[in-house]
């Protein structure tokens, strides 16, 4: 097969995001989970989009992995990877995106790789090197008491340059809106100077699309769906790609449906209220999924009373006091394996008893639900708000399902109505 975009996501939710705005720019895409294996077999696309779960696991571990998967699209033709990122740039002073960035550099052969969290499409926006969360700067956003990666530092220049081994540069704003020319001038001077790594301002889409330029004359960048958006132009706009023409519409599947959520984010928390109005909903206690392997029954034996009605919402969600409590009692990372292998092992159950539509929030819960239902590969269907796609599945041991994978802090209140209607 051939295509004309390899890209490797760092989280599940974060390659959905990147396969929806690849998707929406008109290249045909196929979102997998991890390497494929040999006997997957593929549709004719213009970009993969290959999911791993290494955004907070040993950076060793995340550099072995993506640069297997590197290779994998290498060998395969993908003359430009995307290292796909999140958009809240989550990651600690010892990576992962420092340690995997220097990994996929040295084995593109590149001096300095363009690096832009920036998607104004979801208020996302970089100037000066700072990210900014809606009007707000990064570290004063709720983002700040992420539980996993929180992120006290808005500066990315600073923020990278503590995780890698090469300098970091910027390419500022004024410089960015001169076009493409403006910024490969700017980068081919911080690769003479030894600049291993430059943070790219955006602010608008157009921006975007002049650092998608630049980007694919090279064969490695790093950044988030809206460099996606860029590289995706870039690709039509010099006739690599035709642009095909989305599905706006979902092709039905039957049975019941069922939402979990494991994302704190402020933005699920509202979710789950409003859902409250509309569907039955179960509120967990994230400390008894963690110490009581009953509550996980428990969960079970109230959606089978309630799923041959509807759509139902299991959550255990919970607000950043009660997450931080939880951790200092277990460990950030045992409480948080803990309530992602509940809720995996309540969406199978839930998949025995029949559910074919499912609605996952949080990227761990979903990277977790996922893994324990061994779904192999996505097909992008229509999109349910700004970075969440329907996904249908394709390969997978329990036949056809449809998904909706979400980042946390995506989708506005009525986001679980939203999805389901959808995918009804």
């Given at each position: 097969m051939t295509f004309a975009l390899g890209c490797i996501a760092d989280d599940y939710t974060g390659a959905s995001d990147l396969a929806n705005t690849l998707a929406k720019e008109g290249l045909r895409t196929v979102q997998t989970i991890g390497i494929p294996s040999a006997d997957l077999q593929l549709p004719d696309v213009d970009a993969i989009v290959i999911s791993l779960k290494i955004r907070s696991i040993a950076a060793s571990e995340a550099v072995e992995r993506a640069r297997d998967a590197d290779k994998w699209l290498r060998t395969r033709g993908a003359a430009h990877v995307m290292y796909k990122i999140c958009s809240t740039f989550d990651s600690t002073d010892a990576g992962n995106i420092g340690p995997v960035l220097d990994a996929l550099r040295a084995d593109a052969g590149q001096t300095s790789v363009l690096v832009t969290p920036a998607f104004p499409a979801t208020d996302r926006t970089v100037y000066k090197g700072n990210l900014f969360v809606g009007a707000v700067p990064l570290n004063e956003s709720p983002l700040r008491d992420h539980p996993l990666n929180p992120m006290r530092d808005a500066n990315l220049v600073r923020v990278l340059a503590r995780q890698t081994t090469g300098a970091v540069g910027l390419v500022e704003l004024a410089t960015v809106a001169r076009g493409a020319d403006s910024i490969r001038t700017r980068l081919e001077q911080l690769s003479a100077s030894g600049t291993g790594a430059a943070i790219a301002d955006a602010v608008f889409e157009t921006d975007l699309e002049a650092i998608g330029t630049v980007a694919l004359a090279q064969r490695l960048s790093v950044g988030a769906s809206g460099l996606g958006l860029g590289l995706a132009r870039g690709l039509i706009a010099a006739g690599a790609v035709r642009r095909y023409e989305r599905l706006t519409q979902a092709q039905r599947i039957g049975g019941p449906a069922a939402c979990l959520a494991g994302s704190c984010s402020s933005a699920t928390l509202k979710q789950i209220a409003r859902a409250e109005q509309t569907m039955p909903v179960l509120r967990l206690d994230p400390e008894n999924l963690v110490s009581k392997p009953s509550e996980t029954l428990r969960a079970l034996n109230w959606a089978t009373e309630h799923i041959a009605r509807g759509p139902i919402l299991i959550a255990s969600s919970a607000a950043p006091d009660a997450v931080s409590r939880l951790q200092a009692r277990y460990g950030r990372e045992a409480s948080g394996h803990g309530i992602e292998q509940s809720l995996a092992t309540i969406a199978e159950g839930l998949v025995q008893r029949g559910v074919r539509r499912l609605v996952v929030a949080g990227g761990e819960t979903s990277g977790a639900v996922v893994d324990r239902l061994a779904i192999p590969a996505f097909e992008i269907g229509p999109e349910i708000a700004a970075g969440v796609p329907?996904?249908?599945?394709?390969?997978?041991?329990?036949?056809?399902?449809?998904?909706?994978?979400?980042?946390?802090?995506?989708?506005?209140?009525?986001?679980?109505?939203?999805?389901?209607?959808?995918?009804?």
């Open positions: 329907m996904l249908r599945t394709f390969g997978g041991r329990y036949g056809e399902m449809v998904l909706a994978l979400k980042s946390g802090n995506f989708g506005g209140e009525g986001f679980f109505a939203d999805a389901l209607a959808i995918m009804a």
